[in-house]
Each structure stands twice: as structure tokens, then as C-alpha cells.
């Protein structure tokens, strides 16, 4: 009888050894119920299990190594009602399940800050900034309606150069040193020449990410920071529309369902088209007869659309199109217009019993600019690129990676009159092939994301091989030490001058033609520019909602290709001169540091939005011959952001923005003189006639313009009716104490031009 | 209490307003005066001009300052001398001209320091020396000037009277000129605008390029690179109902030498030239000029104009200024 026990005990172990080693996994996509849309960093978890994992940005997760058998899975996400099922896991086997979460009765701030919270717990968030619709409504909304480039004017490290044709440069990095992604593909220029527009409109925005240094192998091209900016699809259950108008322009936004998304057949066609432009230039006359006679010369038209089909079991296809348009015109002087197509496709897989999600994505995108002066020949430039991807992703609880191929077939033409008033044409094509791997790993209480990237210029013929490290190192529940660093990589060129704080007309160049060959008397065999990154910072997430940061970064930009302020002849005339490079060449090599400290302050209640953001940067470049600081060294940059829900159901709220800001560097007039010298060096045979007014500088930027600030504030009333249908209503004050910050001096007339004055706003808009 | 608040807030808001320093300082605080000296040594004449003015840096409306008499440094105590090579000084007399037309700096206290009769040695060397006791200023310049400059091909007395080919794909027209070290012709495009109003336009447009051809001296103009020129010259123009072509004028000159100015700012140069005028292209060229498909959209006739044709920049001599036309 022992014996048989025995035997029995022996074969119930090996039995019960068998079943435990079975093991299947299950994988899926979690939405909300409502709309459709995809959610990201929603909690996995089975039943009577440790493991837990997130979502991605596509709502997609993954659980490897599940017991054969009957499993609960639960689904929980702020704000929704939980999601359980029981899943049939087999051997072997990969299960597939799609949620749809029901929200819940909570306050949308509640949801936000919550998620906020999942976010630090998962991510690094060294230079890293996550912005929701939600946070981007949280700004004055000065068009009357919330725009992502006045968000990224609080965001710490950035630096925003004024009101009228103002540029954004991170961490000391120029406009063109940024990269902007739009659904994958890359926007050279996303933002309106008046400066507080972009081309996104906000209710179509999913999600913003922002990396102002250290960022990640998947990105690339560019060596400063990028802006990556998700849509979201179209609304799979139902028709929406929101309108809207304001004293500045228009917007107009339509989604819905051509095939519906119901709880049997979770599939769907959906589409989402936007349109939002300004008729400010028309209207200014009108509403703000007090302006000077230039008054508001801008006008854009943004059109956007998305048809996405998404499978039963999550499989997406999102085909995307846009046409923006962008008009400056001050009659007489200046004129720049410019436009920007494009379209294509993004294809989300995770094929049946695969423990990948492949993503493809094509896209064509087309920019093209004129810029004409009085009494100069037109300026044009194009950009127009082709840009193939294909990526990896494994998402599994302690260990995942993205590794992706990309190739990308670019093209710019930039025409424009030489210092002899001569038509040029720089015109060049481009192949760039990259692969590159992130990867993240947790161990214990350490996050550590290595990642690489190799980069090939085809131009160049030059593989750029860039490591990229990302830290993140959890003290205790609250508080992370965070640190990255990585190499990065262009060969993109601005023809904007360097000397421009104002520049209307953005050129773009790529190719190793009409760089410098040599630097302080070193021989530059590959003109590319490259930077090294390096951030460490601590970050907080406190009780009540509390968040803190302090970050320091260096950015080493150890080459860089810009445009040329030595340049004194013409390339055509004096090819065979054997003048120096830095006499001829339309764009010099140049090398730069940008480092400092930034602190961030964010706190929120269900009443109380408080923000304070506060930069200390320091910017110098090197050139041929000297070291300066460039235009946009703003040493102190500080933005307090408020926001206050008040009445009956919260139904009031009132915000405000104060911007304080160091004055940036200039350059001063040394002297006037009669200049009878042409910009050859040409000399007049006869002095007796009048000569033009010529202009000594002093060193390169060596003054400083006076502090700017300025104050903006909103008070917005919502009203809601029967059928989800909404009126808002919002009423804001730009530059509400009315400070003259100045915009140009012209130094021949002295005459003063000042940004932007106190502008009244009132937006209307129609929600059903 | 509320309109403590109101009062309060407002002048919170002031405070704002008026905070921080608004004032835009165009000119650094230090920026001294200065004498600003423009001095030219032609050797193609024998007029030597020095112009001496002071630097502007005062505080006010630019087109007023520069304008303003006391840059123009209206005292009489200011000498203006040139050395030669034999070390013999010369003073240089001031001339009041005119008051100046043109460009933006007109003004009239308009005086020159000229010599009239002073023909250069090409190759030697030359100072400069203003002296400026109101300023307390001495201020010295030396250059060697250029050698002559002059077309060996076509030879000059030969153009009164000949056409040239232009079409000739073997042996396209060309300039040979001395020095080697001339560094930069001109071409200027003489032609009519028929204008669909009735009016009949004189125009010149004037290209510049650098040497290329027989030992870095000369430059060949074939019918494509003359084509190409016309196209970045002339622009289309729905107002003009057809062009005649006129001639070509040629001009080469010799590279600028320049020196700094010692105790102040400004320039002191020496230049040469040499000018080839009304070079007139046999008829093949006007036909080839209509009907080629580069240039037939500028709507030039076959037929030439040969009849009388005011210059309209007689007066310029330097092909960088009169480029920009």
C-alpha cells in the first residue's frame, strides 16, 4: 500500500509538474468604450498572478508565461470601470482579447493627474514631457482656442523668440535641430509665422511628447529635441463636431464612424477631418484698430485628415493627409508664404499566436516656401521627403524593445538671390538608412533603457553609430534620480540666417556642397552635424498631486553646419579665386555648448491648476574666428502657469500665464557711416556721389535687449445641453498690462517696433 | 473690500508694466568718436579723391545723424596729404561739390579732397595722412597701386566698326585682357523694351564673372552661357510686347587693392579698369537669341536696333553697382 502511495505521490507530482509547465500568453488592446480611442498605460493583470503590465501608446499589452488554464484577466484604468474576463489560456498558445472600458463618474482632472502618476511610475521622465489635451487646454488660449505652441513656450528649456514670426529653440538648440513628428512623419515647419500658432490643431492631438535633450534611439536626424505628436482616430461609436470662432480665426472639427464599433463586432471605419485657420489680418482692423498700420499680417489654413480601420482584434490602418498653409504679408516690404502636403500610412499588427506588434508606416510630406523682399529677387525653398519605417515592438514586463528600420529619400531646392543679386539654385537629393534598437529593462528599483542607432547619410556617405542611455534609479516611492545621455546625428541645414531673431522665411538644405571643407584650419571630411547629449535630474511625485523637478544638462554640439555670416563673394563669380571657404561658402562649420538647470513646479487640485517653470541656460558657439553667444541665449526663463475652477458644478475657470524673461543677446551699432563699398568689396571711382548708409557693428551680440514679460489671461464658461451637446465661451486677455516688449529696432531710423500690445480675444464654440 | 482689491490688482498690474528697464541701448557707451576715411587712388585717371568724415554714433534717427554737419566735420582745420614714392608730400586741396543726390547720404556740406592732375606709377607705393587737430586725430594709410588694366582682344579701335561672331560653337567670341591678375569682367546686355503701352524703354543689365580663359585672363562667351546670362538678367514681363537687342559692353577691372586705415576707420583703395564698348554681334546671334528655346520666352526680335541708344548707366563705371539694376 506504501508502495502504491508512493508511486501515486510520484506521479502526481510529475503530472502537476507538467500542467505548471505549460504555459500560453496572452496579449491585446484596451480602448475606451465611448470613443474608441486607444488607451495607454491602462493596467493589465491576472488574477491570483505578481505580474502586471501597461499598455502602450496604441493601448497594446502582453503577458508572457501565463499558466495553461482558466485566467481571469482585469483591466483597470483611472476613470474607467474596471474590465474582467476569463481567458482560456493553452499551451503554447498566445490568447487575444480587446477591452473596452466604461468610464466612470470622476472628474477629468482626477483622471489626468492619475495617469500622470502611472506615467512616472513606468517611464523615465529625465527631459521627457507627456502633454495631454487636457494640459494643452490648460494654457490662456490666446486664438481663443488652445494651441500646442503655447504650450511648449512653458515648458522648462525652451525658448521662445517673440510674438511675430518667433522661433522655438530647446536647450540651445535651433528650430531646425528640432525634430517634429506628426503620426511618424516629419513636419519641417510646424509652426505659423504668428507665433503662437501651430499646425496642430488641439481637438484632434491624442498626445504630445516632448524630449528637450537625451532622447531615445528611435528618433533621430536631428541633434537637439523632438516633438512628437500623436492624432487621435476618429470617433468609432458615434458623429461629433465641434466649431468654433474667434476674433482670430476659425476651427472646425468632424469625426465619427462610417462602419460603427458596437460591443459584438469590435471593428470599425472611422474618420476625422479638421480644418482651423485666421482671418486675423482682415479682422484686426476691425477688432484692434489701435495696432500699427502693419497690424496683424498673418494668415494660415490647417487641414488635416485620418480614416483609420481598426480590425476585431485590434489590427489598425490610419491613412493620414494634410495641407497647411501659411501667408505673411507686409504689404510693400515683405511677403512669405508657405505650404506643407503630405499623407500616408501607418499599419499596426500583431498577427495571431506572435508575441511582436509590427508597425509600418509610409509617408510623403512636401514644403515649399517664397519669401519676397522689396527690392530683392523672391527666395524659395522646398523640402519634400519620402519616409518608410518598419518597427518591433516586444512589451513584456520587465524587459521590452522597439528595434526599427527606416529609410528615408529626401530632397531640398533652395533658390535664391547671391550678394550680386544672381539667381542661385542649390538643389540635392538625399537617401538616409537607419536602424536602431531601444530597449528597457527594470531591475529592482533601477529602469535602464540602452538603445542604438546607426545612421547613414548616403550624402555623406558617413553611418553615424549612436549609443543612447537612458537611467532611472527609484530612491523611494517619490523620488527618482534620472539620467540619460546619447549621440546624435544631421545633415539637415537651415538657410535662415543665424543673425535673424525674426526670421519669416525658413530654407532648408541638405547635402556636403557649399559647406566649409575646413575648420581653424582642421579639414571636415564629413559634413554632418553631430552632438552629444548628457542630463541628470531628480524628480518628485508627491502626495496631493505635487510634482517637482530639477534638471541639469550639457549639450555638446561638437559640429554644426550654419549659414555663413562671413560670407563676402559670390560662389558662382569666384570659383576660381581661391578665396578661404569662410569668404565664399553659403554655410561655415561651427561648434557649440548649451548647458543648465531647470526646475518645474506642477500642482493640482480639483480647483487648482498651479505651474512654475523656471530655466537657467547658457548657449555659446564657435566659429572660424571667435566665440559668441548666439541670438536666443536667453540667460533666465521663467513661466508661471495658474488655473481656477470656480462656480456652480465648476463650471467657470479662469486661467493665466505670466512670462519673465531675460533680455537676448544683440548686436549694436558701433557706428554710421557713407558706405561706397558694395558688399564685394568693390569700391566707388567717384566720392562725390552719395553713398548708401553703411553700419559698423560691435562684437557679435555683445548688447543685451530689455527683460520681457508679459501676461495673459482667459476666463472660459462651458455650458452644457441635452444630448451632449456644449457651448463654451471664452474671453482672453493677451498681454494684459500692455508691456512693449520690443520686437526690432530699425538702426537707421531708430524707430522702435514692439511686439505684440494688450489684444482682447472672444472664442465661441459649438460642441454636439 | 472689493475695490481695495480692484486698486490693488491694478496697481499690480502697473508695477508689471513699468518694471524692468525698457530701453534698447543701440550703441554700446564707449563707442568714441572717430574719423571714418574713404580715399581712392584711380590709376585709369589722374583725379585722386579722399573723403573724411566722422563715425555716427549719437542717439536719434539714423537718415537725421548721418545728415547732421558735425559728421561732416565742417571746421576748416582738417589737412589731407598724399606721399608718393619718392617720399614728396602733397596736400590735398577740399573741393566743396554739389550737394549729393542719390543713395540715402545727401548732404550739404559735400567736401572732397582732391588732387586733379596726379597720375598714378602703377605698382608703387602711396600714403595717406589726414590730420584732424579738432579731434586730436592723425590718421595714416599706405597701398601700392595696380597695374593697368586693358582689353588685348577685341582690340579696342577695332569694335568702332566690325561684328563679331557669336555663334560659332568651335570658336565661341571672347575677351582677352591684361593684367592676368585682372580679377573680375562684365558683360552689361544693351537692348529696347517695346512696351505694349506704346513705350519704348532703354535697358542695361550688367553680369560679372571671373576670369577662365587664355592663362586666367580672358573669358569665352558661347551661346549657352550667354543664354544663361540673359536668363538671370532679364526677367519676363507681360507689360513688354517684344525686345530689340542693342550691343554688349565689356569691361574688366583689375582686382581693388585696399588698405586699413591707421588711427581711424574707414578705407583706402586704388582700382583700375578697362571699358569695351558697343560690341555689336552679327545678325545669327539675333536670330539664335528669338528663336532658341532658352530665351525665346524674353521675346527678343531677329531684327537688331541700330539706331540711336541712350545709356542708361552712362555714368556707372563699376559693374557691381550697376548690376543691381
Redesign the interface.
Known sequence: MKKAIFIAGIFLMLTSTLVFTQTGSVKGFVYDATSGQPLALAFVAITGFKTKVVTDADGFFMILKVPAGDHLIRVSYIGFEDFAEIVTIENQLMEQIVAHLKPQVVTLQTATVNAERCRMEHLNPVSAHHITQESLKSIPGLTGQSDLAEYLQVIPGIIFTGDRGGQFYVRGGAPVQNQVKLDGMTVVNPFHSIGFASVFDTEIIGSVDVYTAGFGAKYGGRTSSVIDVKTRIGNRREFKAKASGTTFGYGLTVEGPLKKMTEKDPSSISVMLSNKGSYIQKSAGLFYPYLDSAGIPFNYNDLFGKVSFVGRKGDQLDLIGMHFTDVADYTGLIRSTWENNGGGFRFLVSPSNSRLLFEQTLFYSDYSGKFLEASKRPRSTRYNSLEGMFKVFFNGPLFSFVWGTEMNVNHTKHNFASDANLLQDIDYYSTELITFLDSRIEIARLLIEPGFRLHYYADNAYVAAEPRLKVRFKINDLLNINFATGLYSQNLVSTTSPEDVISLFQGYYIGPGFVQDTYRDKYIDDKISLAWHAVCGLSYYGPKNLKLSVEGYVKDYYRMINSNRYKKYDLILTANNHYPDYLIMPFIIEKGWAYGIDFLADWNTESWNLYAAYSLGYVTRQDEFMDYVPHFDRRHNMNFVAGYKLGHKKGWELKARWNLGSGFPFTQSYGMYENLVNNYGQFSLDLTTSGEIGILYGPINGGRLPWYHRLDISLQKAWIFRKGHSLEVTASIMNLYNRLNVFYVDRITMKRINQLPILPTLGLSWRI | MKTIRLILSAAI??G??V??????????DN?PD?L?V?G?L?G?GGMQ???V?K???G?????L??NDPEYYLPDSSTRVYLQDPAGILTTMNPVV?PR???????QDS?V?WQLDNYPLIPGQKYTLKIDNPAMGQVVTSTITTLPTAAFTYPVPASVIHSKFKFTDPVKPFHIIFTPASA??WSISLKYLDFMTNGDTLFRKAT??????YGG?SGREFDLPYLFMIFN?LIQDDPKVDFRMFYRFDFLV?NS?S?AKINGG???F?A?HHAVLKNVCPMESFNSALADSIDTKHLKFSRIPYNGPYTDPDSTV?????S??R
Not at chain 2, 542717439?59 to 537718415?63: F, L, R, V, Y
Not at chain 2, 549729393?100 to 545727401?106: D, E, I
Not at chain 2, 563705371?317 to 553697382?321: C, G, K, Q, R, S
Request: glycine content about 8%.
Open positions: 498690474l502697473w508689471f508694466s518694471s524692468c528697464d525698457n530701453v534698447v541701448e543701440m550703441f554700446p563707442a572717430t571714418y574713404i581712392c584711380d585709369y579723391q579722399v573723403k568724415r563715425l555716427i554714433h542717439h536719434g534717427e539714423g537718415a545723424l548721418i561739390y549729393q543726390t542719390g543713395g540715402l547720404v545727401v559735400n572732397i580679377a573680375i553680369f560679372s564673372g571671373q576670369p577662365n586666367n538671370r577691372w581693388s585696399s576707420m574707414g578705407v583703395y582700382v563705371l563699376n559693374p557691381f553697382f548690376i543691381l
